[in-house]
């Protein structure tokens, strides 16, 4: 149990805490947000955060100005990703969490979120105002690409209405931004002013100009001549000394299976109170590790300086603490979801096959069949077993920490005689210990998760064993990450699977291109782009509606009981079952200074501040 670990450890591991602050439409200095006053507490201890980031002119150029303490220069930071690696470095075109990590230390965006509060804040943009329907960003002077190139209106310009609006490479950007199906219009004021309108007001707007800005001289001759030329962009097999970005970091190296090398932008608009440019690091390393074993091999060897540490782990390495070169952080309840999934897709590919055996497909487009599912799975075996202790029974497609969670959805205990009185209900059978469907097939899937995550491979097992309890045959098949998206976003080829998404515990329409019926990773019933037949299921329906209207609704109070009714759908529905919310507790080499942890932002969102004490360079 949680209590009992953390009892002996640090106390209450953390009290959620949920509240709200209206929304209002006015200028810069009072922008449109919905964040909690409080966010869920962490038990992150004596931190001692800088004032907030300035704007600094000097000779012409629009500074962003850390408060941060001073630090020294040099050094690098080693991290690690498990998998294979980055399959892109065009945050435009990036699906995955490795990607999208990797492009982003590459290219900024207009706008960020503030690290403990969650308001929206400038970053590429000097400023911004808000004026009813009207978004003006300034854009700062003086700021550069790498290549030396001025960032101007043009590159903004360039990268909503040309890339963003025509929904090229990753349609979720240009699904999250659209209201009634509408599209905002952008429109050039000058060399460093845009407007944006959208076309009712639109509550998630602000945060959707956080997509990162990219240069309209490198890109649009790949743009222009299509989609597939455009998805091919910017793979790992790009020289590095080719790439044009605006980040605080530059890719140096990538070497396949291995490593990733960014070196410091030198010519990065951000710096310090001395009023010398960051990033302090010369380098970050990503290390492509195989699998989580190896991850902590290689920190214990002190081959890595941070480790997100898995709950078996936890109690080890903190009675180690003391003694080590490292410091372990509390970061709260995990921001994203960790889930099963069903295929739900009754359709045919262009050659007339079925996505999914219609057998099988019988039998996950039955809602009782579902239900059987998440009452035999057993959440509290998960969470001590797995988790040991350290997460909490998660039955929500929102986050145990996020200001929208349904706090009516209590969930239940496994239960296997609901679950088996669920399966009869639905017309199975139970015959010698093996379960049949009504029309006699014997009940067989397979079921997916990525390799490697060793978490996920734990939890496969622990399902097929529950499943099969109830007379199921389950071939589970742990697989590697990049050919599990690709069967889930593109082929379609598979039953069921143990995934997880990323998520916002400030806002919900983030979740839009999931939910939405048309969205691109809707994959519990993806459908084909442009699919044209409305073949939505009544409460697909209603959650498209629910899409459209809480972006509509301008303070927390209108929202709230809008998005507590998706949550219902689904926990009613059940497309998808939620399993756990792991606490994400991680450990930092002591040497690293400027380390500023919260519960929303993570450990080291701030890499561009990040510094090593006392010379310690490798």
Known sequence: MINKIWGKLWGLIFILLIAALCLKACIRRDVPRHFPQKLPDSSIENIIYPDKNKNVTINGIDFLQT???VGKFGGELILSTIGEGPKTF????SKDATSSSMAGMLYDGLVTTEPRTGEVIPLLAKDFEVNGNDYIVHLRHGVKWSDGKPITADDVMYTYQEIIFKGLGNPSSMENMKVEGKLPSIEKIDDYMVKFTTPKPFAPFLRQLSNPIVPKHYFKPYSDRGESEFNAFLSPNTPPEEIVSNGAFKLKEYVAAQRVVFVRNPDYYKINTQNERLPYLDKVVYMIVGDTNNEILKFEAGELDLLSIRGENVARYKLREPNSDYKIYNLGPDTG???LLFNLNNRKDSDGKWYVNPIKQKWFSNRDFRAAVDWAVDRKNMVQNIAKGVAKPLFTAESLNSIYL?????GHPKDKK???????????????????????????FDLYTNAGVLEREALG??????????GMKVNFKPIEFNTLVNKLSNTNDWDMAIMGLTGSPLEPNDGKNVWKSTGPLHLFNQ???????????????????????GAQKLTFEERKPVYDRYQTIIYNQKPIIYLYSPIRIAAIRKKFKNVFPTPLSGLVYNLDELYIEDGELR
């Open 527 to 549: 459908r084909p782009q442009n699919y044209k037949v409305d073949d939505r299921l009544e409460w697909e329906k209603e959650l498209d509606e629910i899409f459209e209207l």
């Open 406 to 410: 349904n706090k009516y959805i209590k």
């Open 67 to 69: 408060q941060a303490p």
């Open 461 to 470: 097992v622990m399902i097929k064993q529950d499943l099969e309890d109830l």
């Open 337 to 339: 979801t960790l889930f």
């Open 418 to 444: 609901v679950a088996e009185d669920s399966l009869k209900k639905a017309g199975f059978y139970n015959k010698n210990g093996i379960l049949y469907d009504s029309d006699g097939n014997r009940v067989e």
């Open 90 to 93: 065009n945050p435009c075109n």
